[in-house]
């Protein structure tokens, strides 16, 4: 049975999540890639476990997190049931259904009927009795919301979740559910947006949603997966993202355009004393409704690089205006 770090809650910083009881660490680390049933156990197995050792009590994933899809979560029960599980109550485990995990119409979106048997599959798969937090993982056209919000309250209600959350939902959207859950008696606690200095969309009405509603944000991919971190500033190095065969970074011509920006905001950071990892990741925690960030990890070392961006958390409004101007140029 793995002992953790002693000193685990000495640095970390943690942030109420909204207008909830909850608080979450600045940084946490989602399983989306590096966990799966393709990635060397082992490794993962010390990502998780050093995560926790600095204080980082959150973990996120989804069912279709692997590949193959549903690896993640098995490969994280694994390291819980042999490592965590006395740990279990200092930790806030999440999970999402909506994208395709399985066959026929059942297997994605947002009906009742696909959200609680995803909810049931994923609580198998990491031999839970409960999850902290179950997201509705995108909008569905077809489906009223109100039996999307529906069956995420009785996910709250029948025990199977603490709290519940949307993600990739807009401002309108966000808007409506949040307001349905509310009738139901449920606070959405939280949203997972896209959101990171190249990619403003949740500027666009989203933030001042979830202020109103006391709702908290949690962006992914803040490092746009690796694009704002020193990962690429001397190429592509062959156990990257980009050099993998993971469909969601391909190094193309836009990706050469990110990186000159990388490379200017890296000097930015430099001069501010950070990593462009930690700089990319205080600049998302500027906000208050910023609860926490979901980084992602191929290595320990990155997860420790990026819990230091909460030793500084401020900007100048010069610094600000420089990296609107790199950023967004
Ligand atoms: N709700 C949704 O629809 C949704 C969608 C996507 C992601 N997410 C969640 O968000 C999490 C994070 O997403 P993401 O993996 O795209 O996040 P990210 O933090 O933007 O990118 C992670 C990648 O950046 C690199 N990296 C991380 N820290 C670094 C450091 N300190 N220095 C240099 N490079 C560093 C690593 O690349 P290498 O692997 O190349 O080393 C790592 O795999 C996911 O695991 C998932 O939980 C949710």
Redesign the pocket.
Known sequence: MYQADAKRYHTMQYRRVGKSGLKLPLVSL?????FGGVTLFENSREMVLGAFDLGITHF??ANNYGPPPGSAEENFGRILKNELKRYRDEMIIST?SGFYMWEGPYGEWGSRKQLLASLDQSLKRMKLDYVDIFYH??PDPDTPLEETMGALAHAVKSGKALYVGI??YNAEQADKAITILKDLGIHCLIH?P?Y?MLDRRPEQGLYDVLEKHGVGAIP???????LL???YLNGIPE????AGSSVFLKHDAAFDETIEKSRKLAELAEKRGQ?L?QMALAWLLKSPVTASV??????LG?IQ??AKAQDNLTFTESELNEIDAIAQG
């Open positions: 989602g399983l989306w890639h590096n996120d994933l999402k993982h995108r993600s990739n997972q896209r990171n992914y991919s803040p490092l746009a997966q690796g971190s020193d990962r156990d990257s993202r980009a990593t990892a979901i980084i992602g990890a191929s290595k990155q690089d990026c």
